[in-house]
């Protein structure tokens, strides 16, 4: 990584504006449901108060629109902070202002100020410079380590970088790390997994790394753009009409680079899409009124089997609505599979992150992300805003 980092800088004693990514689930009595966000960013944080830092931290969380919300509140988040670190977060009620200047101006060393929701304000989003300037005038060095949201320019991602020496956090680190070494110089067999929704997600992560793959295992609801494309019987499952041609464009052109592509073979169906639906196993076609909601028994040991070789994974997009429990079974054995592997494998955040980390197997994959779209783009071999304006190595 040519990018500097934490440990490029001298920041002992420093005030540290740091980048986290805090979006973190909630409940209807804001309560967190998953803290995987915040774990992930306890490395940098320790790092800058080993170091005597003063740090400010900033985040956003879901999107209030512009406007302050008790629901989208990091009030919630300082409590969860400082129990994981063992010792009190202050808590700003804005992120800028004369209140958080004072705030700041009284931190002493090793002490945490977590900032409220940037996105309360719209100049957040709209990356305002004049709003950059004054988030950056709270510090003397910017860190990102907001991986998940790196892909978007906004103003404490992006324009903020623009006023303070900047490098990325440990967890920002590890993900171009990992990400880059996928995009790059994979270990071959190189094996991709991809499922969700939608195909017109994925197009772009299969275009760019179509001649660096040896295999692409589709499952989720856009495995069944590509059975239609077959000319396969899909009943009423998902299926993106306006894909089909470029559907069949892709098994082509997969066809033509010697990539194996391997499609469900049979299904896990419903009558319904809910969780309590009735549902039953189907073989390569589904009858009408039916949708696939999981791959089948038969197809997860084809997958199964197609991984035994690969020396690299990755995976995004759960493979049936794991969410729900009669729709969780591919996904969990691929999963139970790849942890075992000695494979490199890298989970590409979002809905897969959710699944593995519910499956209780996060810590036996090489990586896993913290950020959905942001690992996507990145495979897309895109430029992401928030890790170019990052200060490079000398």
């Known amino acids: 990584m040519n990018k500097k980092t934490i440990k490029d800088i001298d920041i002992r004693g420093k005030k540290i504006l740091m980048r986290v990514d805090f979006n973190v689930p909630l409940n209807e009595n804001q309560q967190i449901t998953d803290d995987a966000r915040i774990k992930a960013s306890l490395p940098t944080i320790k790092y800058a108060l080993e170091n005597n830092a003063r740090l400010i931290l900033i985040s956003h969380l879901g999107r209030p629109k512009g406007k302050k919300s008790p629901e989208f509140s990091l009030k919630p988040i300082a409590k969860c902070l400082?129990?994981?670190?063992?010792?009190?977060?202050?808590?700003?009620?804005?992120?800028?202002?004369?209140?958080?200047?004072q705030l700041v101006d009284s931190l002493q060393e090793k002490e945490v100020l977590l900032l409220e929701n940037t996105r309360f304000h719209k100049q957040e989003t709209d990356n305002d410079p004049t709003?950059?300037?004054?988030?950056?005038?709270?510090?003397?060095?910017?860190?990102?380590?907001?991986?998940?949201?790196?892909?978007?320019?906004?103003?404490?991602?992006?324009?903020?970088?623009?006023?303070?020496?900047?490098?990325?956090?440990?967890?920002?680190?590890?993900?171009?790390?990992f990400l880059g070494k996928v995009t790059s110089s994979p270990d071959k067999p190189f094996t991709l997994i991809l499922g969700g929704a939608k195909v017109s997600d994925k197009i772009e992560v299969i275009m760019h790394l179509l001649n660096k793959v040896n295999a692409i295992i589709i499952g989720g609801g856009m495995a069944y753009t590509f059975l239609k494309a077959q000319g396969k019987e899909i009943g009423s499952s998902k299926l993106e009409e306006d894909k089909l041609d470029l559907a069949k464009k892709i098994l082509s052109k997969a066809e033509s680079h010697g990539v194996k592509i391997l499609l469900p073979s049979d299904h896990i169906v419903a009558d319904l899409f809910s969780a309590d639906a009735q549902h039953k196993l189907a073989g390569e076609d589904i009858p009408k009124g039916w949708m696939g909601l999981d791959v089948g028994p038969e197809t997860t040991e084809n997958f199964i089997t197609a991984l035994e070789e690969a020396k690299t994974v990755f995976w995004n997009g759960p493979l049936g609505v794991c969410e729900w429990e009669p729709f969780a079974r591919a996904s969990r054995k691929v999963a139970e599979f790849l942890a075992a592997s000695s494979a490199t494998t890298v989970i590409g955040g979002g809905d897969t992150a959710a699944a593995v980390s519910r499956f209780g197997l996060s810590d036996k994959m090489s990586h896993v992300s913290t950020g959905g779209g942001a690992s996507l783009e990145f495979l897309e071999g895109k430029t992401l805003p928030g890790i170019a304006v990052l200060n490079d190595k000398e």
């Open 131 to 177: 709003f950059a300037k004054e988030l950056a005038a709270l510090g003397e060095v910017y860190i990102s380590d907001a991986f998940g949201s790196v892909h978007r320019a906004h103003a404490s991602t992006e324009g903020v970088a623009h006023y303070l020496p900047a490098a990325a956090g440990f967890l920002l680190e590890k993900e171009i790390e």
């Open 82 to 101: 400082g129990e994981l670190l063992a010792q009190e977060v202050k808590m700003a009620d804005d992120c800028i202002g004369e209140g958080v200047k």
